[in-house]
């Protein structure tokens, strides 16, 4: 059997998603030095082509740099992704954890509850949520973690109940540790193959519902994000193409940048699909 | 012989790169003649499976391949035949029988019709010959009532029923050769007694060979003609069994007949102590079904009404093949599982009846060694911290927990060091040696042990059982052990209880019951001992 290392790491698609990530990760870290300037700024005439002298991907149509967008947006765009995601897990591992631990009538209690959640269409809940809410980027956050906690907590608690029938966790009741030491010393440890291989793919899929509530003109105001530049430029796609292209290119290339490391890590993680 | 109908010759089977070893097949030479039954026995790794599955063409292509040798079946050489030419030879020449018959049978299909369609593909009979011939063959691996039988789906039979449709279905086109990878493993004693029986008066009337792989020397013993023992990829020693399970000439043979547990049964300790565990009156009743909407409950009674006690210091086994309730004893007494009714004594004080909080404080007294050695310890714990663990909730501090766990294993026959790393790194016998020092750990007055060697081979079987023998002594525990295999029991247990059906048919001491058994249920159990008689006649170690 080969480790997880050379399992995950010898895989050339994660690789490839490994590497547009990090050039995301480090636009998004170093933002301040790498763009000084505010990206709201008007720093040269409108819709200049990418290529221009001292703009790259050109400007839009008020004269912003556009390539100080992204980077800006990628500082915007990943944080609010990845706090919604952790914020969604811990809250889904939470219940799904209980109700499968707990089973009969915390269990019905829990899954009726994540079905209400989920028979609710998703994408009209979040637009619903943020403009309840006001824009804002911790609305943003908690609007996205709202509608997607409840495939976490159904993942969990799948495995919960699997691992629960195992005799260590019998040993661990004959041996008088209580319900939530089990459950958290014990099973919860057990169960994080799959919940890392779903979390790393609620991360794309939270990048986009950031992404499309900003292009809706719902994100967060006065900051610069991906969606926000597409939902700025949509209406000079005949004219200036890059202003939608280029912000759309760099959402298509990072949500499947993370799909690919999320496959690599299922594959690495449960070796028996890849090998046989 | 040159008209053998199996002849294998400087076999390889090699494994991919990452395995711990290069070849699960290791130049093996075997023949099997006309009309007989060869054996080959082995423990887990020993290649007894792979070359089965190398024989009928099964292996894990493309990372386990035969890379040497020959397979010559009636002249021709399996190795290099096409898929066709292979398909012709599976199933009309070469039969094969498994180990699990649920997942050998398709559930959604009759089991007649099942049989029928080997017929089908292989044969040119019409439909009514066809017909006959799928109850002949029920008829003769004595199924009863083969016309309703031919109906019945595989889930509405029980394990013995199914194996026999497979067995008829290996017959169905009158192989040369029958391939019979660890047939009877599955099954219940008394089931695995007829089914040796039977394989063996088929082979007999059909004039079948079989190549049949085992584990158990018992199993040899009954029904071989010749035995190749294999151990690492390798035949050891090979021979008539009578020459081979009598007088073993290679030492590892030695080794495994002298780990073959004997039926010499344990005296009982002279004088009486008082009893620490009691048991009274237990009922365990499961209600299945009877969801919200449906209010057909079916009812299975797994425990009725069984009174037992153990004195101090003395262990009891419960013997029961599945579905006696054992299990579900176990569970009730380490409080795993509420009883409906009865009681549940540990030295005087009452076990049952009493809340979640007074539960709690009996956790200390009884511990469990539980039956697979691979489940019970959580792989994401080092071995320490698995031991330390009970006595961490009892309150003692975690650096002298973790250093009690230290000693606990230099008694278990493990190193200190072994506290450090994690379970998988453990063979099956040493992880249950970490297992029992779990259960040791808080110092139990009782320990209850499921099945603790089942899951282990031969040899590791007899180290584990003299080392829950030495700590039992050491420690002064009493022992609560369940087993289906009644040699384990003799050897372990000063008394036996015999379960069946959720009924404690016949109790008392060991030497009592074996010379005298009262019950008829018992008798079956004693005489479905495989090899019974060559292990009777066995000198006493």
Not at chain 2, 431 to 450: E, F, N, T
Request: include cysteine; charge should be neutral; aromatic fraction near 6%.
């Amino acid at each position: 059997m080969k480790s997880f290392n050379a399992r995950f790491y010898g895989n050339p698609r994660v690789y490839l998603g490994l590497v547009w990530l990090a050039l995301v990760l480090i636009a998004a870290l170093f933002a301040g030095v790498l763009a000084p300037r505010d990206p709201f700024a008007i720093v040269g005439q409108p819709f200049l082509p990418p290529g221009s002298e001292g703009f790259l991907l050109g400007t839009d149509s008020l004269g912003r740099d556009v390539l100080a967008g992204l980077i800006h947006g990628a500082r915007t765009t990943l944080m609010i992704a990845v706090l919604s995601t952790v914020a969604a897990i811990a809250f889904g591992t939470v219940l799904g954890a209980l109700a499968g631990y707990y089973g009969g009538i915390v269990d019905d209690i829990l899954m009726r509850l994540t079905e209400f959640f989920q028979t609710i269409p998703w994408f009209l809940f979040a637009i619903v949520l943020v403009a309840i809410l006001s824009p804002s980027a911790m609305n943003l956050v908690i609007a996205i973690a709202v509608v997607s906690w409840p495939p976490i907590a159904r993942v969990v608690r799948a495995e919960v109940m699997a691992v629960k029938a195992r005799e260590f966790v019998q040993a661990a009741v004959v041996a008088g540790q209580r319900d939530m030491g089990i459950l958290f010393g014990q099973i919860l440890p057990n169960t994080l193959s799959p919940l890392i291989v779903t979390g790393s793919l609620m991360v794309a899929t939270a990048i986009l519902i950031e992404s499309a509530l900003s292009f809706l003109g719902l994100g967060s105001p006065g900051q610069m994000s991906w969606g926000f530049q597409i939902g700025a430029g949509r209406s000079f796609l005949r004219d200036a193409w890059w202003l939608v292209t280029v912000p759309g290119i760099v959402i298509l290339l990072t949500v499947l940048a993370i799909n690919l490391i999320g496959e690599g890590l299922n594959d690495a993680l449960n070796p028996r699909l890849a090998d046989l | 012989m040159t008209d053998a109908v199996l002849d294998i010759r400087d076999l390889h089977v090699a494994l991919p790169a990452w395995s711990d070893r290069r070849h699960a097949v290791k130049g093996v030479s075997l023949t099997v003649n006309p009309r007989e039954i060869l054996c080959i026995v082995g423990e887990s790794g020993s290649g007894k499976s792979m070359m089965g599955k190398a024989i009928m063409g099964l292996l894990p292509a493309p990372h386990v391949h035969a890379d040497r040798g020959q397979i010559l079946f009636e002249g021709r050489d399996l190795l290099t035949l096409g898929t066709e030419a292979m398909r012709a030879i599976r199933g009309g020449r070469i039969a094969m029988i498994f180990q699990e018959p649920m997942t050998a049978l398709n559930p959604l299909m009759p089991v007649g019709r099942q049989i029928d369609e080997v017929l089908e593909v292989h044969t040119d009979l019409d439909a009514p010959a066809r017909t006959a011939r799928v109850r002949a063959l029920i008829e003769d691996v004595h199924l009863p009532d083969p016309d309703r039988m031919m109906r019945s789906y595989p889930h509405q039979l029980s394990g013995g029923q199914r194996q026999r449709i497979v067995i008829a279905m290996a017959l169905a086109l009158e192989p040369a050769l029958i391939i019979a990878d660890e047939p009877t493993t599955a099954l219940d004693v008394t089931t695995q007694a007829q089914i040796l029986h039977l394989i063996k008066e088929l082979q007999r009337k059909h004039g079948t060979s079989v190549l049949f792989i085992t584990h158990d020397f018992g199993v040899v013993a009954e029904i071989a003609d010749r035995v190749a023992v294999m151990r690492q990829g390798e035949v050891l020693e090979e021979g008539r069994a009578d020459d081979v399970l009598v007088r073993p000439e290679h030492p590892y043979t030695q080794a495994l007949v002298a780990a073959v547990p004997g039926l010499n049964p344990r005296n009982r300790a002279a004088e009486t102590a008082p009893p620490l565990l009691e048991i009274r009156d237990l009922v365990r009743t499961y209600r299945l079904g009877g969801g919200l909407f449906s209010r057909n409950l079916r009812e299975v009674k797994a425990v009725q009404s069984v009174s037992l006690s153990i004195p101090k210091g003395s262990s009891l086994a419960l013997v029961g093949e599945s579905g006696s309730g054992k299990t579900t004893m176990a569970k009730c007494v380490i409080g795993l599982e509420r009883p409906d009714s009865g009681d549940i004594l540990l030295d005087g004080q009452p076990m049952t009846g009493i809340g979640r909080a007074q539960m709690r404080a009996f956790r200390r007294d009884v511990q469990m060694v539980f039956q697979d050695p691979f489940a019970s310890l959580n792989p994401r714990q080092k071995v320490g911290e698995i031991i330390a663990m009970g006595l961490v909730i009892w309150g003692t501090p975690r650096a002298q927990a973790l250093e009690e766990a230290r000693e606990l294993l230099r008694l278990v026959g493990l190193q200190p060091e072994a506290a450090d790393r994690y379970p998988h790194e453990f063979s099956g016998g040493q992880r249950q040696r970490i297992g029992i020092a779990r259960a040791l750990a808080v110092k139990p007055k009782l320990v209850v042990a499921d099945e603790p060697v089942s899951a282990l081979d031969v040899s590791v079987q007899k180290q584990v059982l003299e080392l829950l023998d030495d700590l039992r002594r050491q420690f002064g525990l009493s022992m609560l052990f369940i087993t289906h295999d009644l040699r384990v029991a003799a050897t372990v247990c000063e008394e036996i209880a015999i379960l069946q059906r959720g009924v404690i048919v016949e109790q008392g001491s060991t030497a009592d019951i074996f010379a005298n058994p009262q019950h008829g249920y018992t008798q079956s159990l004693l005489d479905a001992v495989p090899g019974r008689d060559w292990i009777s006649s066995l000198p006493a170690a």
